[in-house]
Nanobody
Framework: QVHLVESGGDLVQPGGSLRLSCAAS????????MGWYRRAPGKERELVALLTNGGSTNYADSVKGRFTISRDNSKNTGYLQMNSLKPEDTAVYFC???????????????WGRGTQVTVSS
């Protein structure tokens, strides 16, 4: 079993910055794709950023140039650096990882429970 725990969400003023973390623990052989998603009030969950094992990234148009996804494989931890935050970035942010089992087998998707980001003056 693998558990993901997000942290770093907070109330921040427009123009501010936050760094979200996603720590994975459990039977982890390795991490393939890591992603950050968000769900704003009254809206569907949407992709924010993806990072593959090979280092390729993909960002939602709304966050390009402001957000940066990264990971530390030695710590099984992913990050989302968010700069120039806007009120429309307000949402619950979720971490997703495709994890390879430690003893082999097919990769599985895991989700964290989310962390609240509120951008408001």
């Amino acid at each position: 079993q693998v558990h993901l725990v997000e942290s770093g969400g907070d109330l921040v003023q427009p123009g501010g910055s936050l760094r979200l973390s996603c720590a994975a623990s459990g039977s982890i052989g390795g991490i393939n794709v890591m992603g950050w998603y968000r769900r704003a009030p009254g809206k569907e969950r949407e992709l924010v950023a993806l990072l593959t094992n090979g280092g390729s990234t993909n960002y939602a148009d709304s966050v390009k140039g402001r957000f940066t996804i990264s990971r530390d494989n030695s710590k099984n931890t992913g990050y989302l650096q968010m700069n120039s935050l806007k009120p429309e970035d307000t949402a619950v942010y979720f971490c997703n990882m495709q994890v390879r089992p430690i003893f082999g087998g097919d990769p599985r998707d895991y989700w964290g429970r989310g962390t609240q980001v509120t951008v408001s003056s």
